[in-house]
């Protein structure tokens, strides 16, 4: 992708849209273990690893990809996975929440369509405004 085309809020949103996938996964895989004894819920942490990667300009810093590249002062961080808190305990030792799981998948499922949108639109702008020089 042209370097024009990814900019720091296309980079932001790339980001946050991959955070959101592992998340569902994430949900899937909680889901697919409701009935499997001592299994804890885990969710993917990404908001944290993105404000960290945004510096204080809201600008997302430079990631090092080869050693030859100069080093970013910034580095972001990981996504995280993580157990979900404050779920209640089963007899068997899970604390899957099916109703729980179901939300959290609606909401990522709803921030990840209003994200694509954006950057389509975005997408759409930079046509138009090509097509019109």
Do not use: C
């Not at 409701?34 to 960290?52: N, S």
Request: charge should be neutral.
């Amino acid at each position: 992708m042209s370097s024009s085309l990814m900019d720091d809020s296309m980079k932001s949103a790339a980001f946050a849209l991959d955070g959101l996938s592992r998340r569902e996964e994430m949900i899937g895989r909680n889901i697919a273990n409701v009935d499997t004894p001592g299994y804890q819920a885990k969710d993917v942490k990404f908001e944290a690893a993105l404000e960290t990667a945004m510096n204080k300009s809201g600008k997302l810093a430079l990631q090092q990809t080869n050693t030859a590249h100069l080093a970013s002062p910034a580095r972001p961080l990981g996504m995280q996975i993580a157990t979900r808190p404050g779920s209640s305990w089963r007899a068997d030792g899970s604390d899957v929440d099916i109703d729980v799981e179901l939300t959290q998948m609606a909401d990522a499922g709803i921030r990840y369509q209003a994200l694509s949108q954006l950057i389509n639109k975005k997408f759409l702008i930079l046509r138009n405004l090509s097509v019109s020089r």
